[in-house]
């Protein structure tokens, strides 16, 4: 037998104004992934990196003398990378029970108008609604730092990716110099932390381009915190003097690092996690930056997160959010609703040639 589907009409099951309503109602708090990678909206297939934007050190204009020629400078090469976007989707399903369940909600909010009511019927469809934003943004996360954290490469295979393995890699021309490892990893609290950045920032600087940002995963940071020597030039003269040592704030870290360094050199630390279903049905909870890896980058922002809006083929039962297409439908015979997300998008790195990326756990790329 054939089942039936129709799209849910106003007054069935939620309209497209209810959607809208209830996303507008509650805004999505911003994360790391809005700061370095901001949505970027085209109407494009693919993808396409912006560079040679590059962020390069002062570099002094040439002196001239009477009526010469003005000199003109050699340009590095330019490279640009481009690829094919990701289409990813969430759903969540309502049973009869379910559905029987809304509609009682329904009738006797129509019938008392009891704000009580009002909340239950906004919570039966708002934790999906919740749920699957958060599972999109949860997806955008995870491909935007995993790219970054992992030298501007990600292989797309089941084990990490069991409904995108169809892709194929993504691996920018990251140039040899950009990426190195430390000797000491620094999980250990007697490693030079402070001597590893400034070789860093050494490196970045013969090369003419700088460094103001160090990204890093709150799991590794912790140990920045916990680090002999960091302690010690965040330490006061009271703590100094009796021999005392506390693990120090971002904050602290950053303010002593601005004085250690004498420039604007700070960390910014992912502290989301997000949890992913593998290809076996088992869930791994983690943070999307890599474990044991440091990303210098000259500012906060390292790139965009592209985007394609989704044809809506019925506007009576979808609609966008964000960055992605919200939609739902009900079968008739068996009593079934279905609420989901679609989206096409992929992260793009456009500093991706001026960034510096560490291995902090002394394992080599």
Not at 10 to 21: E, K, N
Not at 287 to 308: L, M
């Given at each position: 037998m054939v089942t039936k589907v129709q799209p849910i009409a106003?007054?069935?099951?939620?309209?497209?104004?209810?959607?809208?309503?209830w996303y507008l109602a509650n805004p999505f708090p911003l994360g790391s992934v809005d700061a370095w990678m901001p949505l970027d909206r085209t109407e494009q297939d693919s993808w396409k990196t912006v560079s040679n934007a590059s962020y390069m050190l002062n570099e002094a204009a040439d002196p001239l003398s009477t009526h010469s020629k003005i000199p003109v400078a050699g340009r590095e090469g330019f490279k640009s990378v481009m690829g094919e976007m990701a289409s990813f989707g969430k759903g969540r399903e309502m049973d009869s029970k379910q559905l029987q369940r809304f509609e009682q909600l329904k009738?006797?909010?129509?019938?008392?108008?009891?704000?009580g009511v009002a909340r239950q019927l906004v919570d039966f469809y708002g934790n999906d609604l919740a749920f699957l934003r958060i599972a999109m943004n949860a997806e955008r996360m995870y491909l935007s730092h995993a790219l970054l954290s992992n030298a501007c490469s990600i292989g797309m295979v089941a084990a990490n990716s069991p409904y995108l393995q169809s892709l194929a890699n993504v691996t920018y021309p990251v140039s040899a110099w950009q990426k190195d490892e430390v000797t000491t990893t620094w999980a250990n609290a007697a490693s030079l932390i402070l001597d590893d950045i400034a070789a860093v920032k050494a490196v970045m600087e013969g090369y003419g381009k700088f460094m103001s940002k160090i990204k890093i995963n709150r799991t590794w940071f912790n140990h920045v915190r916990n680090n002999t020597q960091v302690q010690k030039y965040c330490a006061t003269l009271v703590q100094t003097l009796t021999s005392t040592q506390t693990s120090p704030t971002l904050e602290q870290i950053n303010s002593m690092m601005a004085?250690?360094?004498?420039?604007?050199?700070?960390?910014?630390?992912?502290?989301?996690?997000?949890?992913?279903?593998?290809?076996?049905?088992?869930?791994?909870?983690?943070?999307?930056?890599?474990?044991?890896?440091?990303?210098?980058?000259?500012?906060?922002?390292?790139?965009?997160?592209?985007?394609?809006?989704?044809?809506?083929?019925?506007?009576?039962?979808?609609?966008?959010?964000?960055?992605?297409?919200?939609?739902?439908?009900?079968?008739?015979?068996?009593?079934?609703s279905k609420i989901y997300t679609k989206a096409e998008g992929f992260p793009v790195i456009d500093t991706f040639a001026d960034n510096f990326y560490l291995k902090v756990d002394a394992v080599s790329w």
């Open positions: 106003p007054g069935s099951m939620l309209s497209v104004q209810d959607i809208q309503a009738q006797q909010f129509a019938a008392t108008k009891n704000p004085q250690y360094f004498d420039a604007d050199v700070q960390f910014e630390v992912v502290d989301e996690k997000i949890t992913r279903a593998l290809a076996n049905g088992t869930k791994v909870t983690a943070s999307p930056f890599e474990d044991g890896v440091a990303v210098f980058t000259a500012a906060t922002q390292v790139g965009r997160f592209a985007w394609k809006p989704i044809y809506i083929d019925d506007v009576t039962r979808e609609t966008h959010e964000s960055f992605f297409l919200v939609g739902n439908y009900k079968n008739v015979d068996p009593s079934y």
